[in-house]
């Protein structure tokens, strides 16, 4: 469907469907256009960027980014961020979206403002601590358990190989 058959009444279809959270699948469907139709035409108005039509509804643009971000918005989101609460659960305790959050919290964490836990590589002696002890020296190195209790199998090795008869045939034969 072409520009020219978006007439101030579709417009305002269009509009009081999205207004009552159409999604613009539906709204394509109900107006009989592409997906991408609606959203184009939606995107312009709220941006003031298509051209006037004659009787078209007339809809405020976007509020500018510093008014999403109030320093209490802010100041939520980097503590909820700090207490590991997802960026979906920031955003819907916001009312905003995921990507905003997400946004906000890569921007703070490049000019060094983030608090949070996200970034920060693990220390590696928590690590290390985590991982098994080494096996016995004669002793199959197969790890065992879940990874949480991680463990060696430990019984004797065959051959020049690591494992034990057992995780030698599970493991294809290996015998280096």
């Not at 107006?31 to 003031?48: E, H, K, M, P, Q």
């Not at 358990?145 to 057992?166: D, L, M, S, T």
């Amino acid at each position: 469907m072409s520009g020219s058959s978006w007439t101030p009444e579709r417009v305002e279809r269009a509009l009081a469907l999205r207004a009552q959270g159409v999604t613009h699948e539906a709204i394509a469907a109900a107006l009989g256009v592409a997906i991408s139709t609606v959203g184009y035409l939606l995107r312009g108005i709220r941006a003031g960027t298509l051209p006037a039509m004659k009787g078209a509804p007339t809809v405020t643009p976007l509020a500018p980014r510093s008014l999403w971000w109030t320093p209490e918005r802010q100041e939520r989101a980097l503590a909820r961020n700090a207490q590991r609460v997802s960026y979906a659960a920031i955003a819907l305790e916001l009312g905003m979206t995921t990507n905003k959050i997400a946004g906000f919290l890569s921007r703070a964490r490049e000019r060094g403002e983030e608090r949070g836990w996200r970034g920060e590589p693990e220390p590696a002696s928590t690590l290390e601590d985590r991982l098994p002890k080494g096996p016995k020296a004669n002793g199959c190195r197969y790890l065992t358990g879940e990874p949480r209790e991680f463990g060696w199998c430990n019984k004797p090795i065959v051959g020049h190989g690591p494992y034990c008869a057992k995780h030698a045939a599970r493991c294809g034969g290996r015998d280096a």
